[in-house]
Nanobody, 125 residues
Framework: QVTLVESGGGSVQPGASLRLSCVAT????????MAWFRQAPGKEREFVSG????????KYTDSVKGRFAISRDNDKKTVDLQMDSLKPEDTAVYYC??????????????????WGQGTQVTVSS
């Protein structure tokens, strides 16, 4: 089991950037695939981006391709999400999740066994 804590959310205008960070304690961070999901009010939790344990593979949902970038540092036990050119539809609570190691990055939230508490991102003019 790993404990995850997200930070970096906030309220910004359209076109701005934010960098989310997720720090892990406990567990063996380098043996997990990691992912960012988001959940808007009244909607299901949706996959945003994921990265394999070795950073060899990355995956993004279509709506964020070219705007978001995921990275991880296994020594620091962190996974970051750089979000550029933010849009109002990016508004949600963002969660990081830890999942089983593998070359396939799952977009199914049920495949992730530990979650952080979430960080709010609001994009509005």
């Amino acid at each position: 089991q790993v404990t995850l804590v997200e930070s970096g959310g906030g309220s910004v205008q359209p076109g701005a950037s934010l960098r989310l960070s997720c720090v892990a304690t406990g567990g063996t961070f380098s043996s997990y695939n990691m992912a960012w999901f988001r959940q808007a009010p009244g909607k299901e939790r949706e996959f945003v981006s994921g990265i394999t344990w070795s950073s060899h593979f990355r995956k993004y949902t279509d709506s964020v391709k070219g705007r978001f970038a995921i990275s991880r540092d296994n020594d620091k036990k962190t996974v970051d999400l750089q979000m550029d050119s933010l849009k109002p539809e990016d508004t949600a609570v963002y969660y990081c999740g830890a999942g089983a190691i593998g070359i396939i990055i799952s977009t199914d939230p049920s495949k992730y066994h530990d979650w952080g508490q979430g960080t709010q991102v609001t994009v509005s003019s």
